[in-house]
């Protein structure tokens, strides 16, 4: 099946610093990769839509200078959260589309000092 | 969007089959069913979808009621390891790109008990 790799698993950082967040699709090409954020005890929610050499297109609500989206080739999408502070502390997802469905990564755990 | 109600919660016993149900009855003729579950701090997993008829794969089995507007996740002898919350998601067929979204409810938190 369909494998989607993160990295890192889980970071801890400072307030006031960027955090970079990978997702890799690792045995198959996925030109469109997605973005949640899970709060605990909640749902997954939606950030944002990456697409292979375009610009993200983010869901409302989410700030496209906080959360910046590369996805520069057709096997990773990157998530930096820039200037991060607590209330980012967070559990983020990400899953890229196949033909009728969506394989997801296994997350990562940030928590912002 | 169409959407999807499911029981908050579900209790199973080890071994035994699990009927996890889903209501849709706003479903368009285009919708697919997708079922994905959650095991605690880990991403989604993929379980099963279809559209109209019943689908088996390794996992589980999808029966899509005839007016498509319920469907039942059936988990044939639940273990420990099937605890999860389950969710049950409508998406549009067909849809490309930045379409194609899942939205995750609450979905259905199963207990397997030993």
């Known amino acids: 099946g369909a494998v989607v790799s993160q990295h890192p698993s889980r970071v801890i950082c400072k307030s006031g610093t960027s955090v970079k967040i990978e997702c890799r699709s690792l045995d198959f090409q996925a030109t469109t990769m997605f973005w949640y954020r899970q709060f605990p005890k909640q749902s997954l929610m939606l950030m944002a839509t990456s697409n292979e050499g375009s610009k993200a297109t983010y869901e409302q609500g989410v700030e496209k200078d906080k959360f910046l989206i590369n996805h520069a080739s057709l096997t990773l999408s990157t998530l930096t959260v820039t200037s991060a502070h607590p209330e980012d502390s967070s559990f983020y997802i990400c899953s890229a589309r196949v033909p009728e469905t969506q394989y997801f990564g296994p997350g990562t755990r940030l928590l912002v000092l | 969007d169409a959407k999807t109600t499911q029981p908050n919660s579900m209790e199973s016993n080890e071994e035994e089959p699990v009927h996890l149900p889903c209501n849709h009855s706003?479903?368009?003729?285009?919708?697919?069913i997708h079922w994905y579950r959650q095991l605690p701090s880990q991403g989604p997993e993929y379980v099963i979808h279809g559209l109209t008829s019943n689908v088996n794969n390794r996992m589980a089995s999808l029966a899509i009621a005839e007016d498509r507007k319920s469907s039942t996740l059936i988990l044939h002898r639940a273990t420990l390891r099937d605890a999860a919350v389950y969710y049950c998601i409508l998406t549009p067929r067909g849809s490309g790109g930045s379409n194609y979204k899942l939205t995750f409810g609450k979905g259905t938190l199963l207990t397997v008990n030993p």
């Open positions: 706003t479903i368009s003729g285009t919708d697919y």
